[in-house]
Structure formats: C-alpha cells, structure tokens
T-cell receptor, first 113, second 111 residues
Framework: GAGVSQSPSNKVTEKGKDVELRCDPI?????LYWYRQSLGQGLEFLIY????????KSGLPSDRFSAERTGGSVSTLTIQRTQQEDSAVYLC???????????FGQGTRLTVV | GDSVTQMEGPVTLSEEAFLTINCTYT??????LFWYVQYPGEGLQLLLK?????DKGSNKGFEATYRKETTSFHLEKGSVQVSDSAVYFC??????????FGKGTKLSVKP
C-alpha cells in the first residue's frame, strides 16, 4: 500500500476483554515499531521488529501485552484483559532500516470503559 | 541504554520569533538522529534527519546539527509562523535497531 495502515482506527472495549490491533507496513520495510501515545504525553516505545523477530521487547508494559509479525509484513499487537490505563492511541511505524525515515500510521485509538 | 532528552514544553512564541528546542542523547556508537513533527489532528512525520557527526539536517526553514562532542541535536528556526504550531519529537536510531523518541515539545505560535 501507499502508507502504513492501521486497523481499527477506533476501538471501544469493556474492561477485561482482549483486543487485537493490526498494522500493515509499507511493502519492503523490514523494520516495524509499535508505540503508545497517551493524551498529552509523548511516545512510549512498546516493541520493535526486524523482519519477523523482535530484538527489543523491553517496552511492553506487562505480560498482558504481546505482539507478533508474520511473513515480515503484517503485525498484530494483542492486549489481554484490558484495563482502563490501557486507553491510548497505539501507533505503528515502519522503515527500511533503523537509520532511515520511519513512516507512521494514523493510529488506533483504544478506549477501555 | 539509549535515550533521548528534550526540553519540556509547552513553548509559546510570537510569530517571527526565533525558535530553539533542545535535544540531547545517550547512545552507543553513532546513531542517526531525527526530528519528527505532529501537527494538530495529524500523524507523525519526519521533519529532518542527520546520519553522522557535523551533518546538518534542514527542511521547511528548520535546521538541526549533529554535535557528537555535546551529544546534541537542537532544533532551530529563525522565524516561526503560526502554521509551525505542533508537537516536535527528537529521536535516534538505537543500537539495537529500534527508534527511540523523546517526550515531545509542544510549540504554540501566536499571531
């Protein structure tokens, strides 16, 4: 596709439910990043993929968060047993390499009620 | 580990004022450095970058110079406009291949 695509764009879920957020990177981009941006806050790094492997998972806030990437392309971020503090905009970005421009998707706005 | 520190905001300036947003970093080796911008209601986009020491990145009147000796990459613009109002993020390409951002600095430019 022309850019990084994220779905859904908005998600409202009940506390305790599981959610899956999807990121479709730009074709040919081997690096893929997930971030979280809370209202008025900066970008919180969650996880980074190089191809299908995740060299850096240090940012995942708890074991309720997991992510995978298959075929070196689409990535899914899963949050189990959602909590209200998980409410935020989840951003995905991709790049050819770490030292090249990263392109961001529009994000998924997650609201846990 | 690798990290980025940028000045706290918000920053409020009058149109045509000079802008500096400070950014310093801690990293192994010689990372690439970036400034990203997020305009109201829009996604993040690259503003400029520098890949080695003494490189100067520039775009839309903004400039930043990669200073290895001071581990800094300060963003400057000589004359800001109302349309420059946005949140600005400093970032580096980390030693593990990840992309690390500062907390962001909100800039408001008044006419």
């Amino acid at each position: 596709g022309a850019g990084v695509s994220q779905s859904p764009s908005n998600k409202v879920t009940e506390k305790g439910k599981d959610v899956e957020l999807r990121c479709d990177p730009i074709s040919g981009h081997t690096a893929l990043y997930w971030y979280r941006q809370s209202l008025g806050q900066g970008l919180e790094f969650l996880i980074y993929f190089q191809g299908n492997s995740a060299p850096d998972k240090s940012g995942l806030p708890s074991d309720r968060f997991s992510a995978e990437r298959t075929g070196g392309s689409v990535s899914t971020l899963t949050i189990q047993r959602t909590q209200q503090e998980d409410s935020a905009v989840y951003l995905c970005a991709s790049s050819r390499r770490a030292d090249t421009e990263a392109f961001f998707g529009q994000g998924t706005r997650l609201t846990v009620v | 580990g690798d990290s980025v520190t940028q000045m706290e905001g918000p920053v409020t300036l009058s149109e045509e004022a000079f802008l500096t947003i400070n950014c310093t970093y801690t990293a192994t080796g010689y990372p690439s450095l970036f400034w990203y911008v997020q305009y109201p209601g829009e996604g993040l986009q690259l503003l400029l970058k520098a890949t080695k020491a003494d490189d100067k990145g520039s775009n839309k009147g903004f400039e930043a110079t990669y200073r290895k000796e001071t581990t800094s990459f300060h963003l400057e613009k000589g004359s800001v406009q109302v349309s420059d109002s946005a949140v600005y993020f400093c970032a580096l390409g980390g030693s593990q291949g990840n992309l690390i951002f500062g907390k962001g600095t909100k800039l408001s430019v008044k006419p």
